[in-house]
């Protein structure tokens, strides 16, 4: 009997990933979320939506017109472009959070000789900026974009326990043409589906 129960537990411990957050005492009953402002090329009025998970512990935001481009037939300016979102997180009293893991994908349509960027940070209203991250891919590529930030446990910053500040989230594309000016090369953080969005992990925990 003993064996036959570890056997069972052992296949459950398989299908169930190490660093699965349960949704249990540290993780709050309820929580909202709502975009307060929201400003930048990548992201214009009404092209980026945030939605929690079920569980509560992430959010995800998704854009639909976040295009950064070089070469051929594009403007001065699209080679860049940014969205800056300040997200209003509403919790229960007793608790606080930081962001401990951010996923970010998208499309990217680079020729050889072409390269792209991105970049990402966040932090609380009146607290000091995270430390910008970057990821860069190199053409020939044409396919699905993911990049992952992930912050030790020690270096996770959390809102201050009992005031509520607004969690601000800055984003960039850049793309270099480099030596493909013939052609447009480009880089995509926005989605067709719903499935390709940006999804930062909650960390969090008691006051």
């Known amino acids: 009997m003993l064996n036959t129960v570890a056997a069972a537990a052992l296949a459950l411990a398989s299908i169930i990933p190490s660093n699965a957050v349960a949704a249990g005492d540290d993780v709050p009953d309820y929580i909202t979320i709502d975009v307060v402002t929201v400003n930048g090329s990548g992201c214009p009025a009404g092209t980026a939506a945030v939605a929690s998970a079920d569980d509560r512990t992430a959010f995800t935001v998704t854009y639909s017109q976040y295009l950064a481009q070089a070469g051929a037939g594009t403007g001065p300016t699209d080679f860049r472009k ?6 209003r997180v509403g919790y229960p009293q007793g608790f606080t959070f930081g962001i401990a893991q951010a996923d970010y994908r998208g499309f990217a349509h680079l020729l050889a000789g072409a390269s792209g960027t991105e970049k990402g ?77 940006t999804k930062y992990h909650f960390s969090w925990k008691r006051c």
Request: glycine share 4%.
């Open 82 to 87: 940014n969205c800056q979102l300040n997200i």
């Open 121 to 197: 940070n966040y932090y609380f209203q009146g607290m000091s900026q995270t430390a910008s991250r970057s990821h860069s891919f190199n053409g020939p590529l044409s396919d699905d974009w993911q990049a992952t930030d992930k912050s030790d446990v020690a270096a996770i910053v959390y809102a201050p326990c009992g005031e509520r500040r607004h969690l601000n989230i800055n984003t960039e594309l850049r793309v270099n043409a480099g030596s493909a000016k013939h052609a447009t090369s480009f880089m995509t953080m926005d989605s067709t589906d719903s499935s390709v969005s």
